[in-house]
């Protein structure tokens, strides 16, 4: 007898990430698909997974790992669609339903950040952590908090991207590229906000100009609010603009410095750590949602 | 056949408040004894509740709530004690040990605001909120998060007080009281800076005074704070600062322009609410501990 299969889809704002999978560490196939319209896109993963199920059989549940905002309240109407984006064509898509209704199995869903923890909590670098977090900065910044093995979602869900930093004393010309709130924390140091004042990405530019400093502090207030309203054992930073050579450790230098030796309980290196399970940490969330679905 | 009956301390830096409880509508005998050293201190306690167990019987269990910070992982050798504190004598303190000790039951021990959002969850304005904070704005700044009806604790336990907030344009001047931190949220916003600063209370200051906008900020920015990063049901404002006429108005009309309309889920009004329980909600919050402890 073999081992429940899993459709995981990572579902993000430039492309889909499908797999099928028995486990962590057994995943059977992978795909990617762009992301285009939701009927298109949609479309599209479903005859991935189509094409799968002749090979391997039925699914007996599906994860979706998706970008946000989202409806997570499994009670509302709108379970499972995107809420209000400034994406075009995805504001009040159904994510969750037509996979439910084209392989007539239980579907887990949440965001991505949320995912990416509950799979770093079971197989990754938050192991053992009853307070966790796993924060992406690349085309926008999200975060996902997990608290004894369950990822949170209270009124809606964490939007940790727009948490609102004080200014580096360096960088007060540039307005933030947030629509909503101008200089939060994504529109201050996310990949777009990098470009929009630079013209490069953060790895791109030499090692001693001054945004790296300036990037590495913004992150760093996000680590002293989650450690002061949450108190972390383990703050995950992943996504794009963590590939910066040397960024984490600016993070962590900086994090130390502000916190003033008040923050008792983690060491900072143990605390502020890149993603255990590297590029896979999205598509293993889907996983792991899809294996405590139904 | 009786109900249990439980000894509840409010352990604060000022005073302890003590009771004498078998519920929340059952407060049998209440005292309140002013905070000196811990042998002091805790012996006058100890004395208080020895006097009522003649009378009630003896008690089924012992709630602490306590100022901070504390240890709270049960496995610690330090378990119960206060950690590091600037209050003279207490730092190391062990307060639990010696209720344990002196009576021979259970003893619960959180801090203080923990035990008050509990407290809320259970009989106040935090029912049925599955993401709920209680925070205390005093002599100093603490608060307290329960996720589904547990407080978090994490590496040591939220410290929200030292939250890093963005000066107020009108307040450059005053460099903060915290001494780890100087304007961290407790440096800008406490009892002790708001004296510091202007020589009065925030509810002495004339109406037309800017403490009252610049204060208000500093409290929506933990609002926004908190719902960037924990997504809560509710947010609950006590303390004294928040005696304050008009000010969680105030603080509610600012979180709501920080917000920029971003956060859904959650309508300002229900969202950021003063204390169900009144000044009953550290007392209570320590008969919560005690009815959870064992």
């Not at 999978?21 to 479309?43: F, K, N, Y």
């Not at 952590?129 to 796993?134: K, R």
């Not at 590939?243 to 984490?248: E, K, M, V």
Request: hydrophobic share 45%.
């Amino acid at each position: 007898m073999s081992a429940p299969l899993f459709g995981c889809i990572e579902a993000g704002g430039t492309k889909f990430v499908l797999g099928v999978a028995r486990g962590p560490d057994s995943v059977l196939r992978t795909g990617r698909i762009p992301t285009t319209t939701p009927d298109e896109t949609i479309a599209a993963a479903i005859a991935f997974f189509a094409h799968a199920a002749e090979a391997e059989g039925p699914f007996d549940a599906i994860g979706i790992a998706s970008f946000g905002p989202v409806e997570l309240d499994r009670t509302a109407p709108g379970w499972g669609h995107i809420t209000q984006t400034p994406k075009a064509h995805w504001s009040g898509a159904d994510i969750a339903g037509p996979f439910a209704r084209a392989f007539a199995c239980p579907v887990g869903f949440d965001t991505d950040v949320n995912g990416a923890i509950l799979a770093e909590f079971l197989w990754g670098a938050a192991k053992g952590c009853d307070v966790a977090t796993y924060v992406t900065i690349g085309t926008g910044i999200g975060g996902g908090l997990l608290i004894d093995g369950r990822p949170v979602h209270g009124a809606r869900h964490p939007e940790m991207g727009h948490f609102l930093p004080r200014r580096h004393p360096d960088d007060t010309e540039f307005a933030g590229c947030c629509p909503f709130h101008g200089d939060c924390l994504e529109g201050l140091a996310s990949g777009p906000a990098i470009m929009a004042r630079w013209g490069a990405s953060l790895s791109d530019l030499p090692a001693d100009h001054p945004g790296h400093a300036i990037i590495a502090g913004y992150l760093a207030q996000l680590v002293i609010a989650q450690r002061a309203l949450l108190s972390p054992r383990r703050i995950i930073l992943g996504g794009g603009v963590m590939g910066t050579p040397g960024l984490i450790d600016r993070v962590r230098a900086q994090a130390e410095q502000l916190g003033g030796g008040y923050f008792e309980g983690a060491d900072i290196d143990r605390l502020v750590v890149a993603p255990g399970l590297g590029d896979q940490a999205g598509l293993l969330g889907a996983l792991a949602l899809a294996q405590g679905a139904g």
